[in-house]
């Protein structure tokens, strides 16, 4: 099945910075990764997705880009701010296009 | 509007009890999902509904863990005789689509987090 890895487990950055966080998919057949963000105490928002017929995507001050041909896709949080500040999990659609495999998360700190 | 809840929000049980979750999906969304999501981990797929039909149930854990979703709306997610590895967050999902090759936003409450003891 559908394995999703994610990485850096922790990300610390001082507000106004960028943030990136990369994740890899091993099933090719795999052709949607939405990004989610989890505040403490709260269930996953999603925050940006990703269809395999496009290479980026942007949306104010976060961006997602995609290379289906090495499988991996990243999250590019420009201008930090404390307020980004939570747990981050990126997912690909399982095999059988059903569901959702998570990767493990990035804990992202924006320190002021 | 109102979003997708779950109740209770958190559940202490002692081991070998039965606990029932409560997930009120967003009116009209036909597809419902529940996960598991350990400390620290991302959430693990549990299993799937398309109105009233469990359409998936591969990521149950085991027969402890039942779900139903009789009206094709509000689902229970059921555990019997729990187990100290079943301390969790358990997350509830819902999407406007049917699932299956689509890509269709899922919305997720807050979840439950159950802690047996």
């Known amino acids: 099945g559908e394995n999703v890895e994610q990485h850096p487990s922790t990300l610390s950055v001082q507000e106004g910075d960028s943030a990136v966080i990369k994740c890899t998919y091993s099933?090719?057949?795999?052709?949607?990764f939405p990004w989610y963000k989890q505040e403490l105490g709260k269930g996953p928002q999603l925050i940006i997705d990703?269809?395999?017929?496009?290479g980026e995507k942007k949306d104010q001050r976060i961006a997602v880009t995609l290379n289906k041909t090495a499988k991996h896709f990243s999250l590019h949080i420009t201008e930090t701010q404390p307020e980004d500040s939570a747990v981050y999990f990126c997912?690909?659609?399982?095999?059988?296009?059903?569901?959702?495999?998570f990767g493990p998360g990035t804990r992202l700190s924006v320190l002021p | 509007g109102a979003g997708v809840s779950q109740s209770p929000r958190y559940k202490v049980a002692k081991r070998g009890q039965d606990v029932a979750l409560r997930c009120d999906p967003i009116?009209?969304?036909?597809?419902l999902f529940w996960y598991q999501q350990a400390l620290g981990q991302g959430p693990e797929f549990l299993t799937y509904?398309?109105?009233?039909?469990?359409?998936?149930k591969s990521g149950l854990p085991s027969d402890r863990f039942f779900a139903e979703r009789p009206e094709g709306s509000v689902s229970t997610l059921k555990i019997q005789r729990t187990q100290q590895e079943d301390s969790a967050v358990y997350l509830c999902?819902?999407?406007?689509?049917?699932?299956?090759?689509?890509?269709?936003?899922?919305?997720f409450g807050p979840g439950t987090r159950l802690t047996v003891l």
């Open positions: 997912a690909a659609l399982d095999n059988y296009g059903q569901n959702f495999v």
């Open positions: 509904f398309q109105n009233e039909a469990q359409l998936d």
């Open positions: 999902a819902s999407s406007l689509m049917p699932s299956g090759g689509a890509t269709d936003t899922q919305y």
């Open positions: 990703i269809r395999s017929n496009v």
């Open positions: 099933d090719s057949a795999s052709n949607y």
């Open positions: 009116s009209g969304h036909v597809s």
